[in-house]
């Protein structure tokens, strides 16, 4: 079915959106208890103006460098799930059933770094924000490895029996190769968000963002490497070495371009990296797209699990007139909201006063 292996890689393609975009959102909220913190070292003649800033200024900025996108940005993986849904039934209720704990848990990781975000500056209270902190922080740190632990085993399979029905528990899910899937996700969104700060802010921050991203790159490039050569040995075969190779070149010129202080070329091979990632994991698996370990006559795949022909072809009529609005849309306030920013720029708090009992 054309129609079947075209939705196969539109979900690959939004599953990409996803982490690239999102990513960096995810490495922003890890950073915060870091980066947050006053200034203490560097360039002495850039960090006159901005080295005694609060703290709390210090990760207002690093919100503001994804308040106005990181909505948008989780509307890829709302996508990506309803496409799931819609063109792939028997896959979406099979891996949902599976994944059942990981993705609740990631659920509300995700609800909990909203709240946080958004009403971080209702109230004026530094407990109030030290709260929302720490929110913000555990919605970010747990998706970040759960994502990678999901997706690692998507690839690997699961013990799936005749009826394409999961029949092991949770900790079946914990093996080593999906732990290394999860500190991938992990090291990969922590220097793509530390990139992203570098491109972002302007000061100190910008500095300290780029230290962080010096420290982390090689970490990185290490896991990841060691992650799809794993996936490209066990799994894949002669043309997915493709994609992995554009991963693997775009994580060399990420660490090279980090040790320089080129954040825009580093912040563009990490997305590539990423994309490239991502797609190594959707072409190892192809044409299945949840594989039996107990037995190989029970993998799901993209024929067995499609939608009908019908509904494929109306929802492929909805994504062509819909899927380019949406994309010059966010691609536009992108545009929009493009300058670095700084602590200078951020003004006093203007949340409610605290209403704390005995206050």
Known sequence: MMLANFWFILVAVLFIGYFVLEGFDFGVGMLMPFLGRTHTGGDDRVAASDEAADP???????????????????????TAGGA???????????MFTAFYLPLFIILIGLITRVVAIEWRG???????????????????????????????NVVRGLPIDADH??????FNLLNPYALLGGL?????????????????????????????????AIPTLVVAAAFLLWTQFAYG??????????????????????????????????????AGTVATLFSVLFPNVLPSTTNPAWNLTIDNTASSNYTLTVM??????????????????YWVFRKRISVEQIPKPAGLPSLRVGE
């Open 316 to 333: 492929t009529w909805a994504a062509v007139i819909i899927t380019p609005v949406v994309i010059c849309y966010q691609g536009w306030t």
């Open 122 to 152: 209702k109230i004026n209270d530094p407990k109030w924000r030290q709260w929302c902190d720490i929110g913000i922080g555990l919605g970010s740190w747990i998706p970040a490895i759960l994502w990678g632990v999901a997706f690692a």
């Open 56 to 78: 709390d200024k210090r990760r207002r900025v690093l919100l503001n460098t994804i308040g106005p996108v990181w909505d948008g940005n989780e509307v890829w993986l709302l």
């Open 184 to 216: 991938t996700t992990l090291l990969v969104f922590l220097t793509h968000g530390a990139i992203f700060l570098g491109l972002k802010t302007s000061g100190v921050l910008q500095q300290d963002a780029m230290k962080y991203a010096k420290l982390l």
């Open 84 to 94: 799931l849904f819609a063109a792939f039934g028997g896959w979406y209720a099979t």
């Open 237 to 274: 075969n002669g043309w997915t070495w493709i994609p992995v190779l554009i991963a693997a070149v775009a994580a060399v010129v990420m660490v090279a371009a980090t040790q320089v202080q080129r954040e825009g070329i580093a912040f563009a091979a990490t997305c590539i990296a990423i």
């Open 165 to 170: 029905q999961y029949t092991a528990g949770f």
